[in-house]
């Protein structure tokens, strides 16, 4: 009878232990079931990360991350650009919201049905009047520090979100503002650098205070300790060692402080920046690229040189200040003293003295290489943000329709994601502050019988956020494909003018009505939709008036 059990004998005779036995870790040899686990391999055995907690991870290196974070924002192209693309296309020049009272919920809680689409069109139109008033007032009243608009402050908020990791932003209620009659409202923001938020005295983290916030039993933030002044503004040194204790909200759930961040671990308190796994790498090519541009300057500087035919020794001997110098080499220098050799501005060079040559110098870096090293390091980095590498680069060179639209869709929904989570974790109790107070002042559009605004908050409050639009790698095409999207009921104007265009689709229908108004009244061609739609109006209505 055959087998395949073969066994190698040791020098006793007696058989070799098996090389990889299995699960040999229970008795004792190391060996694991999983590779992940295997402290014995090459790659493993010096991989030996903590098991840490998101809070210990986070909070005890933040100021160290976030400070090498600003300085390559600073300093990097590549990363001052990543972070300009990706709020040009989630936040943009201005982030506002359209509001959309929940009807349904109102007319269930009421039994009324004038809560219906009709008077939430009509809630909407009155509530973004006044948000535009408050947002954009050119006093600058919406913020505390009067410097910036709503949309410039959520803008600076995403930045730090995205840098830092955190967005902290404190709800004002001023009413000595309107005492003076300088402001039409008491809210106000004020947007608080994420680094004054930490522990009383700077700490270590405690069961009920990480990394500055405040956390009842439940892991609920509760309160905020917020520094007075930034620790590195030495002039109010008292300042800086002086915390306050903030609130969350007040007794009937106005925001007082916003934290935003995006949560990657259950029972993270602190975020962490955007760059983070990526810093090392992104660094090692900002120091590549530097040392390249280096390397190519000094290239280009010493570019030639003049050989003699005779030895080194010789050489340094016969145009030093040596005494025995052979009859060829005081002829030399006797014939360059008057004949100096210069490559600046393109001059011709001189006559050589006999015997001696030029050789130039080549480059010996493989500067061929670089961009393809270079895009390889982008491409982590455009991997980590959730840009395409052309959008980092701003190099369209080199891609066609079919890939930049591939590349543009799949960038457009991280950046969507990222807009949907700061409108709700940012704006949106921005927006509740405001509809709050507007409340408060009365004369909004309300059936009888409406309930308080405390009753049903997320009822009046809720809106959509509108961004920058999606824009078109080919516009004919991509505008032919909405028309049929619309006319196969698979999306409606709003979706298609919010997405691509970034705008109130109801705004654009009020506009092209006044310009169709004015084309009538100047007697200019209507454009070819109006057209139609006026002719079949009239083939309708001539029936009937015969």
């Known amino acids: 009878m055959q087998t395949n059990d073969v066994r190698i004998l040791g020098a006793n005779g007696q058989p070799l232990p098996p090389s990889r ?30 098991l840490w907690s998101p809070d210990n991870e986070i909070n005890i290196y933040r100021d160290r991350i976030v400070s090498r974070v600003r300085d390559m924002v600073r300093n990097d192209g590549w990363a001052s650009g990543t972070v300009t693309r990706i709020l040009d296309n989630a936040v943009g020049a201005v982030f506002r919201p359209i509001f959309k009272p929940d009807y349904r919920v109102l007319a269930q809680m009421t039994g009324n049905d004038q809560f219906n689409a009709e008077w939430a069109e009509e809630y909407s139109r009155y509530m973004n009047a006044q948000w535009r008033t408050w947002a954009e007032d050119e006093g600058r009243w919406c913020d505390m520090e009067r410097k910036q608009t709503v949309s410039q402050m959520l803008r600076l908020a995403m930045r730090h979100k995205l840098v830092d990791g955190d967005s902290l932003i404190l709800m004002h209620y001023e009413m000595e503002r309107l005492g003076y009659g300088m402001a039409s409202f008491a809210t106000a923001m004020q947007v608080i650098d994420p680094d004054r938020l930490s522990n009383p005295q700077q700490v270590y983290d405690m069961p009920n205070v990480r990394g500055g916030v405040e956390i009842n039993a439940y892991g609920a933030p509760c309160a905020y300790h917020i520094r007075e ?55 090692m090519l900002i120091k590549y690229d530097q040392t390249e541009l280096e390397s190519a300057i000094l290239n280009a500087m010493f570019g030639a040189f003049i050989q003699s035919p005779y030895d080194p020794a010789m050489v340094e001997e016969a145009l030093g200040e040596g005494d025995s110098l052979g009859a060829y080499q005081e002829d030399r220098i006797d014939f360059h003293k008057d004949r100096r050799i210069s490559l600046n501005g393109g001059a011709g060079m001189s006559i050589l003295f006999p015997g001696e040559t030029v050789n130039t110098i080549n480059a010996a870096r493989p500067y061929s290489n670089f961009s393809v090293f270079q895009d390889a390091f982008l491409r982590n980095i455009a991997a980590q943000t959730g840009l395409s590498t052309q ?10 329709y079919s890939s930049a639209r591939a590349a543009m869709l799949e960038a457009w929904k991280t950046l969507t994601r990222r807009r949907h989570e700061f409108a709700i974790g940012t704006c949106q109790p921005i927006a509740t502050c405001f ?43 991509e505008k032919k494909g909405a028309i049929l999207a619309l006319d196969a009921s698979l999306t409606t104007m709003e979706m298609e003018t919010t997405e691509n265009v970034g705008e109130d689709h109801e705004v654009l229908l009020e506009q092209r009505a006044l310009e169709i108004k004015q084309m009538r009244r100047l007697g200019l061609p209507l454009p070819e939709w109006a057209a139609q739609d006026e002719d079949a109006t009239k083939t309708v209505k001539d029936p009937e008036e015969k």
């Open 21 to 50: 036995p299995k699960y040999g870790a229970l008795s004792g040899t190391g060996h694991v079931p999983y590779d992940a686990a295997d402290t014995f391999s090459d790659y493993g055995a010096d991989w030996l990360p903590n």
């Open 229 to 283: 002044a930034h620790v590195g503004d030495w002039y109010t040194a008292e300042k800086t060692m002086t915390w306050q204790r903030i609130p969350r909200e007040t007794s009937w759930g106005r925001p007082i402080v916003i934290h935003d961040f995006d949560h990657d671990r259950a029972g993270q308190h602190r975020g962490i920046s955007i760059f983070a796994p990526v810093v090392q790498r992104l660094k």
């Open 391 to 400: 959008q980092i680069t701003q190099d369209w060179s080199n891609v066609n």
């Open 435 to 477: 509809v709050e107070e507007i409340h408060s002042l009365g004369g909004v559009p309300l059936p009888a019988g409406a309930p308080d605004f405390l009753e049903a908050r997320s009822a009046y409050s809720h809106a959509k956020w509108i961004g920058p639009g999606r824009g078109w790698v080919d516009p004919v095409a």
